[in-house]
């Protein structure tokens, strides 16, 4: 029996494990977390390209990605994740007080972290599609999020509903580190697409 390397099924399994091995080397690179900005503007932009007709090859343009995105990238992060991280755990430690004051203090410290948040994905996507100053992107990914409400909340959604159903549902982790991020990255990517045409002058 031969397999035909042009069969559908067998297109769709290399597929697939293309998409699995990118989500094990996605999270590999992140663990130094100093590097997790570059590893998602390298992400978002193979799978931009891959989304736009399957354009690229996926696993083998990452790592050069990486590379070409690394400064741009991890000046960014540094620059809104460390916000993200302290509006979070500012609005925990509000939230466990039972106060309507400390309540109302939690809820704005939480929307605080997931605009600041939305405006990382938004930094990280232009690093991967646009080749400009670290200053525009920056003006750019703070901008995005109330030009775009709507896109905005789609491209939120999947990470979290992914922590969502982390939460409630542990096992879930296990789809999550084999090609939850992957996925998420390429369904996102249509949304990123359509944001950045609308824009681009």
Not at 9 to 21: D, E, P, S, Y
Not at 27 to 42: H, K, R
Not at 72 to 95: D, E, I, M, Q, Y
Not at 179 to 196: C, K, M, Q
Request: net charge positive; aromatic share 14%.
């Amino acid at each position: 029996m031969r397999i035909d390397p042009e069969n559908r099924v067998a297109q769709g399994l290399t597929g697939f494990l293309a998409f699995v091995a990118l989500n094990i080397i996605f999270l590999l690179l992140c663990i130094p977390v100093i590097t997790i900005g570059a590893a998602t503007s390298a992400l978002y932009e193979v799978m931009i390209r891959f989304s736009d007709e399957e354009k690229g090859r996926p696993l083998k343009d990452y790592f050069p990605a990486f590379r070409r995105n690394f400064v741009r990238a991890t000046l960014l992060s540094l620059c809104l994740l460390p916000p993200v991280v302290l509006l979070a755990f500012s609005g925990v430690f509000w939230f466990a007080d039972s106060s309507p004051l400390a309540g109302a203090a939690g809820a704005l410290a939480l929307l605080g972290a997931t605009y600041l948040f939305a405006a990382f994905l938004y930094g990280m996507a232009q690093v991967a599609y646009f080749r400009v100053g670290f200053g525009q992107t920056l003006k750019n990914a703070l901008l995005l999020p109330p030009a775009e409400p709507v896109r905005t909340l789609g491209i939120l959604i999947f990470p979290v509903t992914a922590v969502c159903l982390t939460i409630v549902f542990p096992p879930f982790v296990i789809l999550l580190l084999t090609i939850g991020f992957s996925v998420g990255a390429y369904a996102t990517a249509f949304l990123f697409r359509s944001v950045f045409a609308r824009h681009q002058s």
